[in-house]
């Protein structure tokens, strides 16, 4: 499932349809609402690619920061190596 596909199915389905309950309690809708449009715009957010996952994380300097490649670092222009 893709998060465009998570974020419709939160919006278009499960929002208008399941009873609100936490811990068998009634939520309040409004508290519903706001949990629920947090989840969907987390679910917006562009994925973050580590440079250990990155198309080019085997490089000793990345080609658009310019700077060494750490293991557990991330850029704006990182691409999931293809598997």
Sequence with gaps: MTREEASEIINNY???TV????????VNKRKLEEAINMAIK?????EIVKCEDCEFGEWRVCP???VF???????????????
Excluded: M, T
Excluded at 42 to 46: C, E, F, I, N
Excluded at 69 to 82: L, V
């Design 42 to 46: 987390a679910l917006k957010q562009p």
């Design 69 to 83: 490649i750490q293991p557990d670092g991330f850029c704006s222009r990182g691409r999931r190596k293809e598997e």
């Design 64 to 66: 658009y920061s310019a």
């Design 19 to 26: 009873l609100p309950r936490c811990n068998g309690k009634v």
């Design 14 to 16: 499960f929002f208008y």
